[in-house]
T-cell receptor, first 113, second 115 residues
Framework: AQSVAQPEDQVNVAEGNPLTVKCTYSVSGNPYLFWYVQYPNRGLQFLLKYITGDNLVKGSYGFEAEFNKSQTSFHLKKPSALVSDSALYFCAVRDRGNTPLVFGKGTRLSVIA | GAGVSQSPRYKVTKRGQDVALRCDPISGHVSLYWYRQALGQGPEFLTYFNYEAQQDKSGLPNDRFSAERPEGSISTLTIQRTEQRDSAMYRC?????????????FGPGTRLTVT
C-alpha cells in the first residue's frame, strides 16, 4: 500500500530565508509525486509534480522539489521565502497503476516578516 | 477559465437526514474524484469516475455513501442517514484523464456538519 509521511506539523522560517518542507513516501513501484498548497478557506492548489526524468522539478510561485529515489523523498524547497507563502502544504503519491492518490497529513508553513 | 465548483459550500443537517453534495468539474475533464478531509489531516480518497463510469469506490466508508456522475460531467455524492462521524470537509477534484501523470484540480469543498 502507498503511504506518505510529512514529519513536521509546522515549519517556521524568516522571510527571505530558504525553506524546506519534507516528504517521504512508500510505494511498491515507481511513484508519481505531487505537492499541493492550501490557503485558508480555499481548495487545494497544485504546485508541482514528478513523473519521470530530471529529479529536480520546478513549479508555481518559485517552488521546486527534488526526487530522491534512494531516500524515497520528495522535499519541497524555495530559495527565498515570502510571507505570502504561509499556508498548509500537502505531499501526495500514487504508483504507476491506476491507484488512488494518497496524501500526507500536511505541514503548516509560517513565514515571519 | 472556470475551476471546479461545489455546492453547497456549507451544509448543516440533523442526524438521520440524507444529504447530497454536488460537484461541477472543469469542462472537458474526464476524471472526477471525491475526497473527505478531516481537520488536521490530508484528503482521503472516497471514489472516482472516468466519464460516467465509477472506476473505484474502495474508499467509500460504508453503504450509506454513494456517488454518481450520470452524464459524465456533474457528480453527486449522497450520504444517507447521516451520522455525526460524517462531519467533515468533502472535496471534489477533476483531471484531464485518469492516468496517474495528470494533476487534479480541487474545488473549494463542502463543509458538512451533522448535529
Amino acid at each position: 500500500a502507498q503511504s506518505v509521511a510529512q514529519p513536521e506539523d509546522q515549519v517556521n522560517v524568516a522571510e527571505g530565508n530558504p525553506l524546506t518542507v519534507k516528504c517521504t513516501y512508500s510505494v511498491s513501484g515507481n511513484p508519481y509525486l505531487f505537492w499541493y498548497v492550501q490557503y485558508p478557506n480555499r481548495g487545494l492548489q497544485f504546485l508541482l509534480k514528478y513523473i519521470t526524468g530530471d529529479n529536480l522539478v520546478k513549479g508555481s510561485y518559485g517552488f521546486e522539489a527534488e526526487f530522491n529515489k534512494s531516500q524515497t523523498s520528495f522535499h519541497l524547497k524555495k530559495p527565498s521565502a515570502l510571507v505570502s507563502d504561509s499556508a498548509l502544504y500537502f505531499c501526495a503519491v500514487r504508483d504507476r497503476g491506476n491507484t488512488p492518490l494518497v496524501f500526507g497529513k500536511g505541514t503548516r508553513l509560517s513565514v515571519i516578516a | 477559465g472556470a475551476g471546479v465548483s461545489q455546492s453547497p459550500r456549507y451544509k448543516v443537517t440533523k442526524r438521520g437526514q440524507d444529504v447530497a453534495l454536488r460537484c461541477d468539474p472543469i469542462s472537458g475533464h474526464v476524471s472526477l474524484y471525491w475526497y473527505r478531509q478531516a481537520l488536521g489531516q490530508g484528503p482521503e480518497f472516497l471514489t472516482y469516475f472516468n466519464y460516467e463510469a465509477q472506476q473505484d469506490k474502495s474508499g467509500l466508508p460504508n453503504d450509506r455513501f454513494s456517488a454518481e456522475r450520470p452524464e459524465g460531467s456533474i457528480s453527486t455524492l449522497t450520504i444517507q442517514r447521516t451520522e455525526q462521524r460524517d462531519s467533515a470537509m468533502y472535496r471534489c477534484a477533476s483531471s484531464l484523464s485518469g492516468g496517474g501523470v495528470y494533476e487534479q484540480y480541487f474545488g473549494p469543498g463542502t463543509r458538512l456538519t451533522v448535529t
